[in-house]
């Protein structure tokens, strides 16, 4: 069983930044690929990006890319999504997930990851 917990979620202006971080309870975090996901109000949840089990593959949809950075830190559990010029349209509950069974997988796709934290609120204001 993996436990993830997200945090790092809050209110900010239309053009702000927000770094938010998802910690894993497992030492074997460094195994895992990793993806974020995000679901605004009304809508079907949407993949934001995902980073392979070390770091050296990196994917993100095509609406936030180059606005954000996905990293790691498996020292710390750590898994973080760096979201820059933030619009309206980035508001949603953002989650967190791990895919302990494709660890060199970048995937899109919600239903690969067997994991999901409890998810934290991004509510940028115009």
């Known amino acids: 069983q993996v436990q993830l917990v997200e945090s790092g979620g809050g209110l900010v202006q239309v053009g702000g930044s927000l770094r938010l971080s998802c910690a894993a309870t497992?030492?074997?975090?460094?195994?895992?690929?990793m993806g974020w996901f995000r679901q605004a109000p009304g809508k079907e949840r949407e993949f934001v990006a995902a980073?392979?089990?070390?770091?050296?593959?990196?994917a993100s949809a095509d609406s936030v890319k180059g606005r954000s950075a996905i990293s790691r830190d498996n020292a710390k559990n750590t898994v973080f999504l760096q979201m820059n010029s933030l619009k309206p349209d980035d508001t949603a509950v953002y989650y967190c997930?791990?895919?302990?069974?494709?660890?060199?997988?970048?995937?899109?796709?919600?239903?690969?990851?067997?994991?999901w934290g409890q998810g934290t609120q991004v509510t940028v204001s115009s």
């Open positions: 997930a791990a895919d302990t069974t494709s660890p060199w997988d970048t995937s899109k796709w919600a239903n690969e990851y067997e994991y």
């Open positions: 497992r030492h074997t975090f460094g195994t895992y690929a």
């Open positions: 980073i392979n089990f070390n770091g050296g593959r990196t």
